[in-house]
C-alpha cells in the first residue's frame, strides 16, 4: 500500500478488502492497462457490465440527484439497484490520482461513502460512516484494482454488502476493471 491509501484508509476490517492484479508483458502495457481500468472505473452507468451478479444496475446522479450520461466526478451519486433487494446510494467523496515516476508507480482512487439516506444505523454520524476505497494502481508491470473498507457498522452483513453489492460481486467488478 502507497501514500493516498496509507494515509486515507490505515484502519482496515480484516478480511473485507479485496485486490485483483494483472501483469503485463511490459510496463507500457501496463500503463495502457492502468488508463484502461482508470476509464472503467470512472464510467459508473456501464458497471452493470463488469458485475456477476445478475439484474444489478447502476446509476450516476450528479449532486442535485440528476441523473447524468458522464464519467463519474467528486460529489456525484451511485445508485445501485439489484431485484429484490433494498436499493442502495453512495457518494462520490474523492477523485485521486497520484504519479510517482521514480518508483514507476501511479494510483487512481475513488473514495466512496454510502449516502446518510442509505444507512440504517442511526448511531453512526457523519464522521464514523462507513467509507470504501477502489483502488486503481500501477507498480511497474502490475496493475491492481482494490477494494479496501474501513469505519465498518458492526452488523451481521459483510462490509462490502454496506456498499449496495456481495463480495463476489465486488470482486468481478475489480477483476474486470484490469482485464
Not at 49 to 63: H, T
Not at 64 to 91: L, S, Y
Not at 143 to 155: D, E, G, L, P, Q
Request: glycine share 4%; hydrophobic share 35%.
Amino acid at each position: 500500500m502507497y501514500a493516498n491509501q496509507y494515509l486515507t484508509f490505515n484502519q482496515f476490517v480484516p478480511g473485507q478488502n479485496m485486490e485483483h492484479t494483472i501483469i503485463a508483458d511490459t510496463i507500457e502495457y501496463a500503463e495502457d492497462s492502468f488508463v484502461d481500468a482508470k476509464e472503467r472505473l470512472l464510467d459508473v452507468k456501464n458497471w452493470k457490465r463488469y458485475c456477476a451478479q445478475p439484474g444489478v444496475n447502476f446509476i450516476l446522479k450528479d449532486s442535485h440527484g440528476r441523473e447524468v450520461n458522464r464519467r463519474a466526478h467528486k460529489g456525484d451519486h451511485i445508485n445501485i439497484q439489484m431485484p429484490g433487494a433494498e436499493h442502495r446510494c453512495c457518494v462520490i467523496e474523492a477523485l485521486e490520482y497520484d504519479d510517482y515516476p521514480d518508483l514507476h508507480m501511479e494510483t487512481f482512487t475513488m473514495r466512496i461513502r454510502p449516502c446518510a439516506h442509505s444507512v440504517n444505523n442511526e448511531e453512526y454520524d457523519d464522521e464514523h460512516l462507513a467509507e470504501a476505497a477502489i483502488i486503481i494502481e500501477r507498480r511497474n508491470k502490475q496493475v491492481f484494482a482494490i477494494f479496501y473498507t474501513r469505519n465498518m457498522a458492526v452488523t451481521d452483513q459483510p462490509a462490502a454488502s454496506q456498499f449496495g453489492l456481495t463480495e463476489t460481486a465486488w470482486n468481478s467488478l475489480l477483476s474486470r476493471f484490469v482485464d
